[in-house]
């Protein structure tokens, strides 16, 4: 079985950049050139920062950013291509013994791949700017499983609900759209009235952001009481999510 989810991450992500020019390179492009846009619109011309003064107040902005893009872009890419894992591959509907879940299971696999290698470089310019002391990987190891979790959730459910209702990939691309927004991926989340504190505190989005950011920075300590909630939380969706999916499949074929 584990061969086969491998087989079939290394196959889809293949897929994703097969017939472009630069090929799995966009794994790093993309997220740069979204880096370089938010950085120019909303710090050289909106002029947000993060507390900082000086030389370094690009780089810090850059990288706070960079981590909020890494978060963002993951769930994102899960929730807009989910709708479409199982309605995709109908021929394979019909086979008793292939493990429909893995489909959509892949996606996110697929989508950790970019997710990691983000990781990589948020730490090592992490440890570049605030040494390596102020970097907690073990914590940032929770995060990304935390996040994984929640994406799994997503991806069972919404592949379920794309083949019943085709509307779902449609859907999900204007939310997305404004998650990004919701999200502190380009600017403080102290920059939110208390009164709407609760839209990080309940996003999974927004709260993989801030912790993964002090979890590079250590200057402030992680609400472990919150981080337990939130891996609670995203483990329970995961398990409705694959009970959701498990309880439509018997359906699928009539469909497809």
């Known amino acids: 079985m584990l061969f086969i989810y491998f087989q079939w991450v290394r196959r889809e992500l293949l897929a994703r950049y097969s017939g472009s020019l630069l090929g799995l390179a966009w794994l790093i492009l993309q997220p740069t050139l979204q880096l370089g846009i938010f950085v120019l619109l909303f710090h050289q011309f909106i002029g ?19 981590i909020g893009l890494a978060v963002f872009n993951f769930i994102a890419d899960v929730i807009q291509r989910s709708p479409n894992a199982i309605v995709s591959q109908p021929h ?18 697929a989508s950790a791949v970019s997710f ?16 390596a002391d102020n970097v907690a990987p073990l914590t940032i190891t929770g995060i990304a499983l935390v996040l994984i979790a929640y994406a799994l959730g997503c991806a069972w459910f919404l592949a379920a609900l794309g083949v019943f209702v085709r509307d779902t990939s449609h859907i999900v691309g204007h939310v997305t759209s404004v998650l990004l927004f919701l999200s502190p ?4 989340a102290d920059v939110i009235p208390p009164s709407w504190r609760w839209l990080i505190d309940w996003n999974p989005i927004a709260w993989g952001v801030e912790s993964l950011r002090q979890a590079f920075t250590l200057k402030q300590a992680i609400d472990g009481a919150n ?19 498990m309880r439509l499949r018997k359906g699928f074929a009539d469909v497809l």
């Not at 507390?51 to 690009?58: C, Y």
């Not at 394979?92 to 696999?109: C, D, Q, S, Y």
């Open 48 to 66: 947000l920062r993060w507390g900082v003064s000086g030389r370094q107040d690009v780089l810090v902005y850059a990288l706070h950013v960079f």
């Open 92 to 109: 394979l509907v019909n086979k008793i013994k292939f493990p429909l879940p893995l489909l959509p299971a892949a996606l996110v696999g």
């Open 116 to 131: 990691f290698i983000m990781i990589l470089i948020a730490t090592a310019a992490a440890i570049a700017l605030h040494g």
């Open 185 to 188: 991926v380009f600017y403080p």
């Open 227 to 245: 981080a337990i909630a939130h891996a609670g939380a995203a483990l329970g969706f995961a398990f409705l999510a694959y009970s959701w999916f």
